[in-house]
C-alpha cells in the first residue's frame, strides 16, 4: 500500500508556476524530515528540497534557489512544494521522501512520483 503520495504535477509552459503536495499516511510514525526529490530516465534521484519536521532546519538545491520554496504542515504529515519560474530542464518525476532516525525500520518512504513537465 501506497504511504507517501504525491499529487500537483502537470505541464506547464516556461515561466509559470505549479504547487506539489505530499501527504504521508499517519500511520507512519516518527518522521522527522520531509523532501523532494527529482528523477529524469536513467538518472540518479537528486535532492531539490528538504525540510525537518520541527522547521528549523531546511536544504534547497542551488538550482531551485530563489524560484522553488518548501513548506510543511506537521499536523497533516504534508510537506509542499512551490515552483515558480519554471524552467524547461525542471522536467522530471518528483519524489517525495519521509524520513526517519536510523533506529526505524524503515528509515525512509518514498512517493510513486508526480511528473512534472515544463514545455512550450
Known amino acids: 500500500q501506497v504511504e507517501v503520495v504525491e499529487s500537483g504535477g502537470g505541464y506547464v509552459q516556461p515561466g509559470g508556476s505549479l504547487r506539489l503536495t505530499c501527504t504521508a499516511s499517519?500511520?507512519?510514525?516518527?518522521?522527522?524530515?520531509m523532501g523532494w526529490y527529482r528523477q529524469d530516465p536513467g538518472k540518479q534521484r537528486d535532492l531539490v528540497a528538504t525540510?525537518?519536521?520541527?522547521?528549523?532546519?531546511?536544504k534547497i538545491a542551488d538550482s531551485v534557489k530563489g524560484r522553488f520554496s518548501i513548506s510543511k504542515d506537521t499536523a497533516t504529515n504534508t510537506v509542499y512544494l512551490q515552483m515558480n519560474n519554471l524552467k524547461s530542464e525542471d522536467t522530471a518525476v518528483y519524489f517525495c521522501?519521509?524520513?526517519?532516525?536510523?533506529?526505524?525500520?524503515?528509515?525512509?518512504?518514498w512517493g510513486q512520483g508526480t511528473q512534472v513537465t515544463v514545455s512550450s
Open positions: 521522501k519521509a524520513g526517519r532516525p536510523a533506529f526505524y525500520v524503515p528509515t525512509e518512504y
Open positions: 525540510l525537518n519536521t520541527d522547521g528549523y532546519y531546511s
Open positions: 499517519a500511520s507512519i510514525r516518527g518522521i522527522t524530515s
